[in-house]
């Protein structure tokens, strides 16, 4: 039969393996009458390494050509005993009991038969030679890969001598990796030296078979914490310096297969590194390694924890990467790597995981957004300025972004404190966040307000234009973003911040005491337990005693403190001390800390609803308050029309314009926010702030009017439209919207007298719609009509017939009354197009734009004549 499964490749594999392991059988009979017990009991650890042979080095075998042939007819004759193997184990769920090889037991059955010994062997003949010629094999690989077991027992449990000391086969290999990786330069992967390439390839090769997905070699290396740490001990050599260092790959590729194949093993080596944080800080830059350790990170699961996450929190892994935010000592790149790697972080932690290496929150990231951390954060953004403000922007609005408080899994605010005591794995709260950058919202603002200035430069256009500058865009866009936060339920809650203090207070004081590497599901009992007695005044109680009763009723309770640890008593004291925090924004007592009262006057807008709302505001409505008395919302929106060509910063504006009228009118001081935006002067009078300048903003004239009225100038010039012009029919748009959903006269009436305004009027009811018109045109001209049954399908333009809409499936004969138009049934309904019509609306950006010529012509002229007659001027007309 023809040999497919046979590869004759390997035929000089296992002529190598056969020569090792006749010498290596012949040793070990040799000492099994001397050492038999010694023997016998190294063969029964073979789950951690090879035989030990305690042999000296000139211990010889001799025999004569005759007995050797009178074991050669034996082993003939007997086939199997030709299969001269360790042993090994072949499955993974095989732990347990003394293993002695097939080929061995085979051996000694042969040698017993016979009195002479075999060929004349000595230690110095099992030498490094079979490992050299081994990695010469070009076959080498495959064959490991296809799990041959004689090769496997050679690198797992195969040993060499040096000079009469015995060398693992794998510990040879591993050393002599780390050898050739020692001689060569930082850049040698591309070198064209041939001795360094070779050396490059001998290393290459070695690090293959470590990395290759077999159980046995994967369970060699991580019970030899030794050599496990040799690999690890590249991380911090010279030359692993950048993503094209040879080590980088090598190192990630032993790593990565030892995480995947045996993670739990691995994690616990990886875990005993002290200066695990460090190492990996200082390689920041190298991308790969932090995926790496993103995804070591996204083995500690909630429902399974591996430790990493507080390993890494207890090696300060946030305040290190945050240290690198300074311009004066790290470059940009650096910055931006240690951004890049936060941010992957914050996703891996986000509260509504989306793939398998999601973490959910933790320790991390709460870490990241505690007050400590977002203090340095703003004051790297305040007194960095530059690349360092950049990052850290796009850091806290990550991690906005990604632990929305209306998509936690439990929300704090609805749940009982027994059923969810608090743990690491608690929703992140960003309470402390934004009432942070609240306070600082003026100095953040005033980069924007005083940005240096750029160099001009010419677009294509030919024009001179100042660019923006990523410092102004990146302020606007985390004002934006904290905009965002501010509309989330818990920042709109008076209970929120007294929750999450008692909770962190909790969690740190349990940490404190019990020294433990997380909070796990195993522990839930005890949390359970102790913070039922350390907190007494559960979240949907009503009882009206203030905490200090609580404290006073829970410190006295001797029943309780019986049974706790002897240092309860001032554990007790501290975790309660925490919970008395004194915000002068925070109620101290339950019946003071209800939620807001709803009940607005009418209209809205008034003096007693804004001071109620400034007596102890929740942080949301401390942040939009913020924005209110400084203006900063009329200021940006007075920006959108000065960079015509930044489409980031249009979208950004639009962003905050949306977030206002899509947030609440009757609880909230979002209503002063949009009632600020129709009468920036008029809305001073509800701040104590004076103004220092007077900014007189309509967003219906000042921006929309006026923005539309420039690009219908600059189209006369270029025949195109500024390049705002598409986020300003949004925004127009959001306006429109909000005076249809809302009986604007009950907000405010001078909101309501502003939208009356006959020039608002016009553009809302008739330009805008014509916009809307010709935006929602399909390309190639036509239109979505009725098919007659029910469907919506595009109508193109027909030079025979544009009017008619035939059905394949209907009767086309001349005769059938099946041939219908259904203009009249486009007609009845009022989302469909009256196709008739096609040739009379507007279909093009010169069609709007003349349209609007005749409109402000019309208007000019009106203006004029009214003018006049007031002036009592009289204009004769021609005779």
């Not at 029964?44 to 000139?58: F, H, I, T």
């Not at 360094?196 to 030899?224: M, Y």
């Not at 049934?825 to 009256?834: Q, R």
Request: with cysteine.
């Amino acid at each position: 039969m023809w040999p497919f499964g046979q590869s004759l490749n390997s035929s000089g594999i296992n002529k190598i393996l056969d020569e090792y392991f006749e010498i290596f059988h012949a040793l070990e009979h040799l000492h099994t009458d001397e050492s038999e017990d010694t023997i016998r009991s190294n063969s029964n650890e073979s789950k951690s390494g090879p035989c030990v042979l305690n042999a000296k080095s000139d211990d010889v075998i001799v025999n004569d050509e005759e007995s050797n042939n009178t074991l050669n007819l034996e082993l003939q004759s007997n086939p199997s005993s030709s299969e001269l193997s360790l042993p090994s184990e072949r499955s993974s769920n095989d732990h347990s009991g003394s293993s002695t090889s097939s080929g061995s037991s085979s051996l000694e059955n042969v040698l017993s038969l016979t009195t002479v010994p075999m060929n004349t062997y000595t230690k110095n003949d099992l030498n490094a030679s079979f490992i050299e010629r081994l990695l010469g094999e070009n076959e080498l690989l495959n064959e490991l890969t296809r799990q041959n077991d004689k090769l496997l027992d050679f690198f797992c449990y195969g040993y060499i001598f040096d000079n009469g000391v015995k060398i693992l086969n794998y510990a040879y290999l591993i050393d002599h990796m780390l050898i050739a990786l020692d001689s060569l330069g930082s850049n040698d992967i591309n070198s064209q030296d041939e001795n360094k390439n070779n050396v490059l390839s001998r290393a290459t090769i070695i690090s293959e078979i470590f990395a290759i997905d077999i159980w046995l070699i994967s369970e060699t290396l991580v019970k030899d914490s030794h050599y496990l740490g040799k690999i690890w001990s590249l991380i911090r050599h010279p030359n692993f310096n950048s993503e094209s260092s040879p080590l980088v790959s090598i190192f990630l590729k032993i790593g990565s297969n030892l995480l995947f194949s045996k993670p739990e093993d691995f994690l616990n080596f990886v875990s005993t590194q002290e200066t695990l944080v460090d190492d990996m800080v200082r390689h920041i830059d190298i991308s790969l390694l932090m995926e790496f350790l993103l995804k070591i990170i996204g083995t500690d699961k909630c429902e399974f924890s591996t430790g990493i996450i507080d390993l890494l929190s207890k090696q300060d892994l946030i305040s290190k990467c945050l240290g690198l935010l300074n311009n004066k000592n790290y470059s940009w790149h650096i910055q931006a790597c240690a951004g890049d790697f936060l941010k992957a972080l914050i996703a891996i932690s986000a509260n509504a995981p989306i793939d398998d290496i999601s973490v959910g929150p933790n320790n991390l990231t709460r870490e990241l957004a505690c007050e400590k951390c977002v203090v340095t954060l703003s004051n790297i953004m305040i007194n960095e300025r530059g690349y360092a403000l950049n990052v850290a922007v796009s850091i806290i609005i990550e991690l906005i972004r990604k632990n929305n408080s209306d998509y936690d899994q439990i929300n704090l605010l609805n749940t009982t404190l027994e059923n969810n005591p608090p743990n690491d794995r608690d929703p992140i709260y960003l309470g402390y966040l934004l009432k942070t950058f609240t306070e600082k919202l003026p100095q953040l603002f005033k980069i924007v307000e005083e940005a240096r200035k750029h160099e001009l430069r010419e677009n294509q256009l030919g024009e001179i234009f100042e660019p923006l500058g990523f410092e102004r865009f990146k302020i606007v866009e985390l004002i934006a973003e904290l905009l965002h936060c501010s509309n989330m339920g818990s920042m709109n809650s008076k209970r929120a911040e007294r929750i999450a203090r008692k909770r962190d207070a909790f969690r740190k004081n349990y940490r404190f005491n019990h020294d433990s590497n997380s909070i796990n599901n195993e522990d839930s009992n005890t949390i359970t337990t102790n913070f039922k007695r350390l907190v007494i005044n559960d979240n949907e109680t009503n009882d009206d005693t203030t905490t200090n009763d609580v404290t006073t009723n829970t410190s006295n309770n001797n029943d309780v403190n019986n049974d706790i640890h002897n240092d309860t008593n001032d554990n007790d004291n501290f975790l309660l001390k925490q919970s008395q925090f004194s915000d002068n924004n925070i109620p101290e007592t339950e019946s003071d800390d209800s939620e807001i009262d709803e009940s607005f006057e009418i209209p809205y807008i008034n003096n007693n609803q804004n001071k109620k709302l400034r007596t102890k505001p929740t942080i949301g409505d401390f942040y939009k308050i913020t924005l209110y008395d400084n203006r900063i919302i009329p200021k940006v929106l007075t920006m959108f029309m000065k960079f015509p060509w930044n489409n980031f910063w249009h979208n950004v504006i639009f962003d905050i314009v949306q977030q206002i009228f899509n947030g609440r009118m009757d609880f909230s001081y979002n209503s002063f926010l949009v009632y600020s935006l129709f009468n920036v002067n008029d809305s001073l009078k509800y701040t104590d702030k004076s103004a220092e300048e007077n900014v007189d903003f309509k967003i219906t004239n000042s921006l929309i009017l006026q923005a539309y009225k420039d690009s219908y100038e600059f189209y006369d010039k270029r025949h195109t439209n500024l390049g705002y012009m598409g986020h300003l029919v949004l925004i127009a748009e959001e306006v429109v919207k909000f005076s249809k959903l809302y009986k604007v006269e009950l907000i405010s009436p001078t909101i309501y007298d502003t939208l009356q305004d006959d020039g608002w009027k016009y553009y809302s009811e008739e330009v805008l719609n014509e916009t809307r018109l010709m935006y929602s045109k399909i390309l190639g001209g036509g239109t979505y009509v009725d098919d007659g049954n029910g469907n919506i399908i595009p109508q193109f333009p027909d030079n025979n017939n544009s009017s008619v809409i035939m059905d394949q499936n209907y009767d086309t004969s001349p005769t059938s009354p099946t041939i219908t138009s259904h203009i009249d049934e486009a007609d009845e309904g009022n989302e469909l197009i009256n196709v008739q019509d096609l040739e009379e609306q507007l279909s093009t950006e010169s069609d709007l734009h003349d349209k609007l010529r005749e409109v402000l012509i019309a208007k000019g002229q009106n203006s004029i004549d009214a003018r006049n007659e007031r002036n009592g001027v009289i204009i004769l007309g021609p005779p």
